[in-house]
């Protein structure tokens, strides 16, 4: 499903540099179901093998940056909404009522550390804005956990790039190694979905109807 999006960045990356990765991390941390293991990982593995002019550090910054502007827009536009506009009208923007409860869910479990480590989840981690928003945490610190999560994330994926750039097989141009290596990424991201998200939404939604 992603190829075409893959294939597209993977050229556009030379001209648009720190910029473009930003961009599309931010878009990853709004509604927009980008996962950020297509966009990290390769502009990593361009640059460790010197086809791009970009730096491991720069690329790491540029997506955290991009992760915490995105993860704003989510957070004031919830604010700024109210709990009653997002559940009412969030749907139509590809935000379930279901997902914000899950995600208050989760906000209310783990307080204020779980905007740290939600930036390390999948399907949590561009969710958690909204929560944070309604209940009006305090900004500065949403922030703080929020880069501090994202610039942890932003250095595993670009070492997952770097690791590929050191595969054989890759730097001879099979550019399928990329989907193969995502594919590994998406498993080991689907059992800490499940560990730490789904257990935990279910036992509490099971729980819910005796409080």
Not at 25 to 41: C, F, N, Q, R
């Amino acid at each position: 499903m992603f190829k075409p999006l893959i294939d597209w960045y993977l050229g556009a990356l030379a001209k648009g540099g720190y910029g473009l990765i930003a961009l599309l991390m931010a878009v990853e941390s709004s509604i927009v179901p980008l996962p950020s293991e297509v966009v990290i990982p390769p502009a990593a593995h361009l640059a460790y093998t010197g086809q791009i002019p970009l730096s491991l550090a720069g690329i790491i910054l540029a997506g955290t940056i991009g992760s915490w502007l995105g993860a704003t827009v989510m957070y004031w536009a919830s604010r700024l909404a109210g709990r009653p506009l997002v559940m009412r009208y969030g749907k139509y923007f590809l935000i379930s009522p279901s997902k914000v409860e899950g995600a208050e869910r989760w906000a209310t479990h783990y307080g204020s550390l779980g905007i740290f480590i939600s930036r390390l989840l999948p399907v949590v981690r561009h969710l958690i804005g909204i929560p944070a928003g309604i209940v009006r945490m305090d900004y500065l610190k949403f922030s703080i956990y929020t880069l501090l999560g994202s610039g942890i994330w932003c250095g595993v994926l670009c070492y997952l790039g770097v690791k590929m750039g050191q595969d054989e097989k890759l730097l001879k141009g099979e550019l399928h190694r990329i989907s193969l290596w995502l594919g590994g990424a998406m498993l080991v991201l689907a059992a800490m979905y499940y560990l730490f998200v789904h257990r935990h939404m279910g036992k509490t939604k099971a729980a819910s109807p005796k409080s």
